[in-house]
């Protein structure tokens, strides 16, 4: 069983940094493929990016390409990281991150594991 803890999340102004933390126990941290998608109010869940096993592949949403950046330490730290910069209201969301046994992919529904998220709120 894989357990993930997000971290990092809060109030910020538009124009923005956040750093985003995931950290995972249990299970065999550096061959996941890790994802982060977020929720807003009303609203379905959404791909934001994925990174394969050891980094060597991402994926971004369009919507955050060139302002969001996933890294993943799969050194004594067991954390995914989602830096956020340029942050636009319409980033405000929950952020969840998600593991996933058998490779990078955009989808929610072929996540395995999903932390319990962290609020991210852009004001403008």
């Known amino acids: 069983q894989v357990h993930l803890v997000e971290s990092g999340g809060g109030l910020v102004q538009a124009g923005g940094s956040l750093r985003l933390s995931c950290t995972a126990s249990?299970?065999?941290?550096?061959?996941?493929?890790m994802g982060w998608f977020r929720q807003a109010p009303g609203k379905e869940r959404e791909f934001v990016t994925a990174?394969?096993?050891?980094?060597?592949?991402?994926?971004y949403a369009d919507s955050v390409k060139g302002r969001f950046t996933i890294s993943k330490d799969n050194n004594a730290r067991n954390t995914v990281y989602l830096r956020m910069n340029r942050l636009k209201p319409e980033d405000t969301a929950v952020y969840y991150c998600?593991?996933?046994?058998?490779?990078?992919?955009?989808?929610?529904?072929?996540?395995?594991?999903w932390g319990q998220g962290t609020q991210v709120t852009v004001s403008s």
């Open positions: 249990g299970g065999t941290f550096s061959s996941y493929a």
């Open positions: 998600a593991a996933r046994l058998t490779g990078i992919s955009t989808s929610s529904g072929r996540y395995d594991y």
């Open positions: 990174t394969n096993w050891n980094g060597d592949t991402t994926y």
